[in-house]
């Protein structure tokens, strides 16, 4: 494998790759975004392409998209992907939509990954993406169900935060390098309003239209008929414009929406489970 300098990351990258090295194989929960093929890539470069697995979880959160660009990223990579079903939308805590859905979403996930995967790859560990930044953020209930799987974090534990993945990425010359966020499609819809698979089509459906336009970073949110969309600040005033304007209108209200606004704060992370989480903090 080719030598390469991580620069000022060396060292914590270092301390990703023997976390590894007591295990003959591992797998890797994988999204395809910048933190988990970071994540998979580091472990191929410890263990080997023949001794690493990347796990993906598929159901309706998942855009089909990024289903394809995760498949792209791991041959790049060179690791096979294994894909699991996962069955959230039949947990009814799920679908309430609380502040705490992601825990349920990542504890269905290693749910199956423990009892359909782990055996049959001879895994020795499973680890996921969460960087250090994540690990600080209290709108994570993610990292709950990672702590009672006893799911790896080498990342975070590494103290790697987003700037430092993306510069590793970039060191390693992945495709998803520069690849914006993209958190799952429920994420779009309001702390509970129920998740349902035909709300998670019509986001689905909307940011594709958008990203077809050229929004490349963008964020439908789901208010019933009106769907709210979020931008980069530079393209607010693109998508607002004369002509593109009446383009935007149309792909977002092809996706089942009566109301298309564009909101002029932009894209916010955390949008609707921080003020939440702040609130119940006092």
Do not use: W
Not at 140 to 155: K, Q
Request: charged share 30%.
């Amino acid at each position: 494998m080719e030598d390469v300098s991580f620069g000022p990351d060396e060292s914590r990258v270092e301390r990703v790759l023997h976390a590894f090295a007591p295990f003959e194989r591992v797998g890797v929960a994988y999204s395809g975004g910048v933190d988990s093929a970071t994540l998979l890539a580091l472990a191929t470069r410890a263990l080997g392409p023949d001794r690493v697995v990347a796990v993906l979880g598929v159901s309706p959160s998942l855009a089909a998209d990024e289903r394809t660009t995760a498949h792209e990223v791991a041959a790049f990579i060179g690791v096979p992907v294994v894909e699991v079903r996962t069955h959230e939308g039949e947990n009814p805590a799920y679908r309430l939509n609380g502040p705490d859905r992601c825990f349920h979403c990542k504890d269905e996930l290693f749910t199956r990954i423990d009892d359909d995967v782990v055996a049959a790859h001879r895994l020795g560990a499973v680890a996921y993406g969460e960087n250090a930044d994540d690990a600080l953020r209290p709108d994570r209930p993610g990292s709950r169900a990672a702590t009672e799987h006893r799911v790896l974090r080498p990342l975070a534990d590494a103290g790697l935060d987003k700037a430092a993945v993306r510069r590793v990425a970039r060191v390693l010359a992945l495709p998803c390098a520069d690849k914006p966020a993209a958190p799952c499609l429920a994420s779009r819809i309001p702390h509970f309003e129920e998740v349902s698979p035909e709300k998670l089509a019509q986001v689905e459906s909307a940011e594709a239209g958008l990203r077809a336009l050229g929004f490349a970073d963008c964020r439908v949110r789901h208010h019933g008929e009106v769907a709210r969309v979020e931008l980069l600040p530079d393209d607010i005033e693109r998508a607002t414009a004369p002509g593109l304007r009446d383009e935007v209108d149309v792909v977002v209200r092809r996706a089942g929406f009566r109301f298309v606004t564009v909101d002029l704060r932009g894209i916010q992370s955390g949008a609707f489970t921080l003020p939440l989480v702040a609130a119940a903090r006092g």
